[in-house]
């Protein structure tokens, strides 16, 4: 049971640190906002609805 609360702690340690943001870049033209970025790992999608 001591292993269990010990893991469960670590996660929940780990949990609170994690934070990114989720922005609009432009892509083509100035102001139209295509793709949508994570800072934290960079990843870019383009929005096309």
């Not at 670590?10 to 994690?18: D, E, K, P, R, T």
């Amino acid at each position: 049971m001591n292993k269990f609360k010990l893991v469960l702690f670590i996660c929940l340690a780990v949990s609170n640190v994690s934070n990114a943001a989720i922005i609009s870049i432009d892509w083509l033209s100035k102001n139209d906002n295509l793709i949508t970025q994570d800072t934290v790992n960079a990843l870019e999608w383009l929005d096309l609805t």
